[in-house]
């Protein structure tokens, strides 16, 4: 299994999952132009994608779908409702040509948020951001993938200090916003095992977070748990250039 995460951020978020020759598209809240760019790094084009899969209804995640018709979309029934649309529900799988989807349970302002668990010949991906914390449920069942791409999107002091609104400051703190580094970390050191090689953390806040803190902040708590993160590739997606992880 191979992953393209062609944007990540508040601007727009999209990632490319590829697997034996299917080709899934989680979000798509980026300029066609870009997502074109974003297949063409493996010699694919739109008419390849088999299926989108939604997280949620905001349009960082939701502005390109429109380019899209008539491609199959998965989502909640919060998060869209035009075209070739198949509804989900958490914890029910779907299969989309051998590669089996898990949606879980996330916590965000978006009604009926979820993040998802691809599986496909003994892999497994998992991809969660937007959520201000994980639920013991979603926890228990990510445990020990293969990937992660994981929200790690602000530094709480650096949030702080920004000139935001103290409205939305709380929001982004709350239980229905978006995980700081530190909770992200200790999140995912609680879920790695012996199958993970990989970590992305996405969603990085551009105002208030940077890729050197937010993996400074992973370092420092797996270091206290004695994970070895010479055996994991940890990384940042980033907002305007692509990241790629699994096998490439």
């Known amino acids: 299994m191979k992953f393209n995460i062609v944007e990540s951020g508040s601007k727009g978020n999209a990632t490319i999952v590829e697997h034996n020759g299917c080709v899934l598209l989680i979000d798509m809240g980026i300029p066609l132009k870009n997502l074109r760019e974003g297949l063409a790094v493996w010699d694919k084009k739109l008419l390849d994608i088999d299926a989108l899969l939604l997280t949620h209804s905001h349009g960082d995640h939701t502005a390109g779908v429109r380019y899209l018709d008539p491609l199959p979309i998965y989502c909640t029934k919060e998060t869209y409702s035009k075209g070739d649309i198949h509804f989900i529900e958490v914890g029910e799988s779907f299969n989309v040509k051998g590669i089996e989807i898990m949606p879980i ?100 806040s551009q105002e208030a977070n940077t890729p050197e803190k937010a993996l400074s902040a992973y370092e420092k708590i797996f270091r206290k748990r004695k994970i070895n993160t010479q055996l994991i590739k940890i990384h940042c997606a980033n907002q305007f250039e692509m990241t790629l992880g699994g096998k490439q």
């Open 105 to 204: 349970e996330a916590s965000h302002d978006a009604i009926n948020t979820v993040g998802y668990i691809l599986c496909a010949d003994d892999e497994k991906l998992v991809y969660l951001t937007d959520t201000g914390y994980i639920p013991d449920e979603t926890l228990n069942e990510i445990k020990n993938a293969d990937y992660y791409i994981i929200e790690s999107n602000h530094d709480r002091k650096m949030l702080l200090k920004t000139n935001r609104p103290e409205t939305l400051k709380q929001r982004i703190l709350s239980d229905h916003g978006h995980l700081c580094n530190e909770d992200s970390a200790f999140y995912m050191a609680d879920c790695v095992g012996s199958k993970t090689k990989e970590i992305v953390l996405a969603h990085l």
